[in-house]
C-alpha cells in the first residue's frame, strides 16, 4: 500500500480492504503441481514453497505465478492500486532475529509508466507495522515524507530511512492506526535496459531502523513486490531467491547514519495516538491540535505566532504532494449519508503568491472517493474562508474525513478556526 494512497497510502500506500490477506478479500489456492498458474483478480496461494498474492482494489491485472522457485511477471493498466508479491508469511511467533538471516538476490525486468515501487514488502504484529524496502520506483519517490531520520549503505546503494503514520486505516487486523517503515534507495540502481539485479539484505535494513528507534514485531510477511498505482506497466521477475536463516548477527558491516534532530522534530509533530472521530466541532486550536492529523508526508503542529483569532493557529510543513495537509476524522454517528451539514474553514499561505486552497471529503462507498467541499484563491499573507453551508454527504459513504490541502502548491500552510455543523 503505497504512502501516496493517502489521498488517492505508500508506501506504500483507505479502503475498506487495503490488502488482500484481510478478512474476505482474497481467493485462496493451493500448491500449483508445478504449472505456471494465470490470475486475473484477487488471489493469494502457495506455490513451490514461495507464498504469492495479487490485491487489487479495481482495474486490469495479470499475475504470472511461474513453477520452479519465486518467479512471476505482472502487468497492469486502468488500475487505483495493484499489488504484485511472491515470498513467505509467517505465523508471527518469531522476530527477524528468530527468523535468522533474511535476504532476496533478485533480477527484474522493470517497465512502470507512472507511479510504481519495486521493493520488498511486509508487516508484523506488536507491534503493527507496515514496511518497505524501496529499490526503484517509476515517476514518484516514496514516501513523500519532509525528512529522513537517518541513512544506510548496504548492498553497494545508500538508503533513505522514514517513518510515516497511517490513521485508522484498514491493515491485516483491521481499521487500525499503525506505523510505516521504509527505506528507499537514494538513486535507481544501475540497470541494463530495463533489467536491474541485485541483493537486498533485508535483516540488516531492519537492524539500521532499530538504531533510527524503528522497532519492528513478529514477522507476518516478506515478500518481493511490484506495486502500481493510477500508472500502468509491466514487470517480470526471472529471479527471487528468498534467503531466511542460519545464525543471526547484528550487522557490523553497514554503514548507518541517525538524523536526531529529524527524530525530535518528528516527535514532537502532532503524531501522537489514535485520533478521536469527531462529532460537530468549532475548533480554533487554543488547546492544542484537537484532533487534527497529518495527511501524507507533511508535518503538523501547533503555531503560536500566527493565527486568525485567539492565540494559535495549526502549522501545515513539509508538503511534497499537493494532496498532503491536516485531516480530521469525523465520526459517522454524527454525519449521516444523505444529509446536509455546514464545514468551514480558514487558512493562509505565505508563499509570495496567489494559490488555490480547497477542503476536502474523503470518503469510501466501496473504494476510495475525493469530494470538493470548497475552493478558494488564497493570496499570500492574507487569511481567506473556505466554507460550504449545506455540504451533503454522499450516498454510502463511510469512513469519513474532511482536510485541507492546496491542489496547487507545495507551500507550507496554516488552518485556524474550523468548524462542522448541522
Known amino acids: 500500500m503505497m504512502i501516496k494512497?493517502?489521498?488517492?497510502?505508500?508506501?506504500?500506500a483507505a479502503f475498506a480492504c487495503i490488502i488482500s490477506t484481510f478478512t474476505g478479500c482474497s481467493q485462496n489456492n493451493k500448491e500449483s503441481g508445478g504449472k505456471t498458474?494465470?490470475?486475473?483478480?484477487?488471489?493469494?496461494?502457495?506455490?513451490?514453497?514461495?507464498?504469492?498474492?495479487?490485491?487489487?482494489?479495481?482495474?486490469?491485472?495479470?499475475?504470472?505465478?511461474?513453477?520452479?522457485?519465486?518467479?512471476?511477471?505482472?502487468?497492469?493498466e486502468n488500475i487505483n492500486n495493484a499489488l504484485f508479491r511472491r515470498g513467505k508469511k509467517y505465523d508471527c511467533t518469531k522476530t527477524y532475529?528468530?527468523?535468522?538471516?533474511?535476504?532476496?538476490?533478485?533480477?527484474?525486468?522493470?517497465?512502470?509508466?507512472?507511479?510504481?515501487?519495486?521493493?520488498?514488502?511486509?508487516?508484523?504484529?506488536?507491534?503493527?507495522?507496515?514496511?518497505?524496502?524501496?529499490?526503484?520506483?517509476?515517476?514518484?519517490?516514496?514516501?513523500?515524507?519532509?525528512a529522513a531520520l537517518g541513512t544506510v549503505t548496504v548492498d553497494g546503494?545508500?538508503?533513505?530511512?522514514?517513518k510515516t503514520t497511517r490513521y485508522e486505516q484498514p491493515s491485516i487486523d483491521g481499521t487500525q492506526t499503525f506505523e510505516q517503515y521504509w527505506s528507499v534507495r537514494r538513486t535507481k540502481p544501475d540497470s541494463s535496459g530495463n533489467k536491474i539485479e541485485g541483493t537486498i539484505s533485508i535483516s540488516k535494513h531492519f537492524d539500521a531502523?532499530?538504531?533510527?528507534?524503528?522497532?519492528?514485531?513478529?514477522?507476518?510477511?516478506?515478500?518481493?513486490?511490484?506495486?502500481?498505482?493510477?500508472?500502468?506497466?509491466?514487470?517480470?521477475?526471472?529471479k527471487n531467491a528468498l534467503k531466511v536463516g542460519g545464525t543471526y548477527s547484528e550487522a557490523n558491516d553497514?554503514?548507518?547514519?541517525?538524523?536526531?534532530?529529524?527524530?525530535?522534530?518528528?516527535?514532537?509533530?502532532?503524531?501522537?495516538?489514535?485520533?478521536?472521530?469527531?462529532?460537530?466541532?468549532?475548533?480554533s486550536f487554543e488547546k492544542g491540535a484537537?484532533?487534527?492529523?497529518?495527511?501524507?508526508?507533511?508535518?503538523?503542529?501547533?503555531?503560536?505566532?500566527?493565527?486568525?483569532?485567539?492565540?494559535?493557529?495549526?502549522?501545515?510543513?513539509?508538503?511534497?504532494?499537493?494532496?498532503?495537509?491536516?485531516a480530521i476524522m469525523l465520526s459517522s454517528d454524527t454525519y449521516k449519508p444523505g444529509k446536509a451539514y455546514k464545514f468551514s474553514a480558514k487558512a493562509m499561505q505565505k508563499s509570495g503568491e496567489d494559490v488555490t486552497m480547497k477542503l476536502t471529503m474523503q470518503y469510501n462507498d466501496g473504494t476510495e472517493k475525493y469530494d470538493?467541499?470548497?475552493?478558494?484563491?488564497?493570496?499570500?499573507?492574507e487569511w481567506v474562508t473556505l466554507s460550504n453551508d449545506a455540504y451533503v454527504i454522499p450516498e454510502g459513504a463511510e469512513m469519513l474525513q474532511l482536510y485541507v490541502e492546496s491542489p496547487d502548491s507545495l507551500t507550507d500552510f496554516y488552518i485556524d478556526e474550523v468548524s462542522g455543523a448541522e
Open 5 to 12: 494512497i493517502l489521498k488517492k497510502i505508500s508506501i506504500a
Open 37 to 76: 498458474q494465470v490470475f486475473h483478480e484477487n488471489i493469494t496461494g502457495t506455490a513451490d514453497g514461495y507464498d504469492y498474492e495479487l490485491w487489487k482494489d479495481e482495474g486490469d491485472t495479470t499475475f504470472n505465478v511461474e513453477a520452479g522457485g519465486g518467479n512471476f511477471s505482472c502487468e497492469w
Open 97 to 146: 532475529q528468530e527468523l535468522g538471516n533474511i535476504s532476496i538476490d533478485y533480477g527484474v525486468d522493470y517497465q512502470p509508466i507512472g507511479n510504481s515501487y519495486m521493493c520488498v514488502y511486509g508487516w508484523t504484529r506488536e507491534p503493527l507495522v507496515e514496511y518497505y524496502i524501496v529499490e526503484s520506483w517509476g515517476s514518484w519517490r516514496p514516501p513523500g515524507a519532509p
Open 157 to 162: 546503494g545508500t538508503y533513505d530511512i522514514y
Open 209 to 238: 531502523w532499530k538504531k533510527c528507534g524503528l522497532e519492528l514485531g513478529k514477522m507476518y510477511e516478506v515478500a518481493l513486490t511490484i506495486e502500481g498505482y493510477q500508472s500502468q506497466g509491466k514487470a517480470t521477475i526471472y
Open 254 to 283: 553497514i554503514d548507518v547514519t541517525v538524523d536526531y534532530d529529524a527524530i525530535a522534530k518528528l516527535e514532537s509533530s502532532v503524531t501522537e495516538g489514535d485520533p478521536t472521530e469527531a462529532g460537530f466541532f468549532d475548533i
Open 290 to 326: 484537537e484532533g487534527w492529523i497529518p495527511r501524507g508526508g507533511s508535518l503538523v503542529t501547533v503555531d503560536k505566532e500566527n493565527s486568525s483569532d485567539g492565540s494559535q493557529s495549526l502549522f501545515v510543513s513539509g508538503r511534497t504532494d499537493n494532496w498532503n495537509g491536516a
Open 372 to 381: 470538493e467541499v470548497a475552493l478558494v484563491t488564497a493570496k499570500s499573507g
